[in-house]
Structures are given as C-alpha cells and as structure tokens.
C-alpha cells in the first residue's frame, strides 16, 4: 500500500484496500474490513472501473453477512446484481444469485435461499459451469435440510431431507464426473449432516438406525479427510465442529467425548488462525457439551460450562456481533 501510495498508483491502491479488507474479514474484524472494502469500492468508482466496484459490493454483502447485519448484506448484494446486469456480465449474475442464496440461508430464509441458488443452479447451467452448479446443488440441498430442522410435522420434514439428500447426490455426481475434489469434501459432509439430522427423526427401534450410523460416520471421516488432503485446515476445523454438535444433539449419535475432542480441535486451530469468531463459536459448543455434562452431576463440569460461555460472548461483543453474544447470555440464564 505505502509504495503504491507514493507512485500514485490509484488503480492498485484501490486493489490494496481490497486485499486490507479480505484481510480483517479472514479475522472476523468486521467493521475494519467494511471500511477498506467502501474505500476500495469508492476508489473504483473514481476510476469508472464498474466491475470492481460491483466485486467490492459483494465482498461488503458477504462481510454483512457473516457479521449477522442480513438486510444490509442483501441491499449491497442487490447493488452488485444491479451492475452486473446492466454489464450483462452473466457469470457474475450466476454468483450474484449464489450470494442472495447464501445470505437468506444465514438469515434462516430457506425457502428463499433455495429459490435463489435455484436461480443460480440455472443460469450456471446455461453457462455451462459444472463446478459451479454443483455448488449449488449442495446449497439447496443443505437450505432444505435447515428448513426440515423448522418442520415440526415429522413426515413433511423426513420429505424435506428426500429433496435434499437428492440435490447433494447430484452435486455428488457432477463433482465426481469432473473430479472437483474440492467441492466433494463439501459434499461428503453436507450429507453427513443430513443423515445426523434423518436420524434425529427416526424412532429409536428403527432397524436401518446401525447402518444409517455407520454411513454417517464414513461420510464425516471421507470429508475430513479431503479436507486435509487439500490444505484446507480452517474450513476442516469449521466443518468438524458442525459434526460436533451432531455428537452432543442428537440423541442416538451423542457422544461427549467426541464431541469435546473435535470442539478442542477445532478451537485450537481457529487460535492458531486467529480465525475469533469461530473461535466464539467453538468455545459455546464446549459450553454447551460442559452443560450437558453438569446435567449429569459431573464435577467441575457447571464452571468449565460458565467459563466456556462466558469467554465466547466475550469475543462476540468485541467483535460487535451483539446478536450472537445475546445468544450466549440467552443460554448462561437458562
């Protein structure tokens, strides 16, 4: 930035503040990453360079996103997919939608968000970009198994999860034919997540219940283990706590002891990373295992739960994710 700054080179400066942003959006400082992204995107705009200030729209709407602050994620989306179009720049009106997806799945939308990434789906398909469809053949999939976990009419949710382990097969399929690696460690753990949410429902007498655990298990260790093949060591953390919590809620999986294992694991890497909102949310998964464990009279369990709680909405109120820190004081009351 300095030596840019100092050639007046306005075009790189404006790519340095994007790099600023991508940055401190890595650690979770989102309010900095913001700031560089709008000075980036306000630099470009100087410039008349449309493309890069429709990209910093949507790296502002994704830093939004992550920071809980969905309506403003999705009002700088809807400003990239307004320049995208008016460019007719039809790949990033694909990602555009794909955005609009991510941001109503976060905002618990699902049947939005599975509109959205329809959209996408199909315009990517148009393009013909496998890749990226069967990104969002995975996307449905997962919206529709998050929106089974809403459905309290039991029959209509185990319907949900059919729909959505469909579109995580065929994302399966297309990722296999073209070898994208990448994307089938993705796919290897969403259908883990759906199997642990499949078993939530089934009664505890069902004959397919050893078989459907054992499959669960292979899927989370198949894509664990992509995941460290490919260097991908923060997103394997976050996907093993996602497993995690599937060890402490659901009922014929639990198993504390994984549980805890995976969440320490996950929490040292997010450390090393210095990756702190996960880092949060790591430490409330531990709480709640510890939780868990108080309730069965375990010594010393109720502090280790108070003390993980408490350092995880400590890190969520620096980071000024007031929504998620109320989440940690919600369940410390309870």
Not at 291 to 304: C, S, T, Y
Request: glycine letters at 4%.
């Amino acid at each position: 930035m300095a030596i840019r700054q100092q050639l007046d080179d306005q075009l790189n400066i404006a790519l340095a503040y994007y790099q600023l942003g991508g940055i401190y959006q890595a650690w979770g400082e989102y309010e900095q990453a913001i700031s560089y992204h709008q000075q980036s995107r306000d630099l470009y705009g100087q410039l008349d360079q449309q493309q890069d200030v429709a990209t910093q729209w949507f790296w502002l709407a994704d830093c939004y996103r992550e920071s809980g602050k969905y309506q403003q994620a999705l009002d700088c989306e809807l400003q990239d997919l307004a320049i995208r179009q008016q460019l007719d720049d039809q790949l990033n009106i694909a990602l555009a939608y794909y955005q609009l997806g991510g941001i109503y799945q976060a905002w618990g939308e699902y049947e939005q968000a599975s509109a959205y990434y329809q959209q996408s789906y199909d315009l990517y398909c148009q393009l013909g970009e496998n890749k990226s469809m069967a990104m969002c053949c995975r996307q449905i999939g997962d919206s529709l198994r998050l929106l089974s976990k809403n459905t309290t009419d039991r029959t209509e949710a185990l319907s949900l999860l059919a729909q959505a382990e469909q579109n995580i097969r065929s994302a399966m399929q297309i990722n296999n034919a073209g070898d994208y690696k990448a994307n089938l460690a993705d796919d290897y753990i969403a259908i883990a997540l759906l199997q642990s949410q499949r078993l939530s429902l089934l009664p505890t007498d069902d004959s397919s219940l050893s078989a459907q655990i054992t499959q669960f298990k292979e899927d989370y260790n198949t894509g664990l283990t992509y995941l460290t093949e490919l260097g991908r060591t923060v997103d394997k953390a976050e996907k093993a706590l996602d497993i995690a919590r599937a060890y402490l809620e659901v009922s014929v999986l639990e198993n504390l002891v994984q549980a805890e294992e995976l969440a320490q694991h996950s929490l040292q890497v997010f450390q090393e990373f210095k990756r702190r909102k996960l880092e949060a949310s790591a430490r409330k998964l531990l709480g709640e295992i510890y939780r868990k464990r108080a309730e069965r009279n375990q010594p010393g369990a109720k502090v280790a739960a108070d003390q993980f709680l408490a350092e995880s909405r400590q890190i969520y109120q620096e980071l000024d994710l007031e929504e998620k820190a109320a989440e940690v004081t919600q369940l410390m009351l309870s």
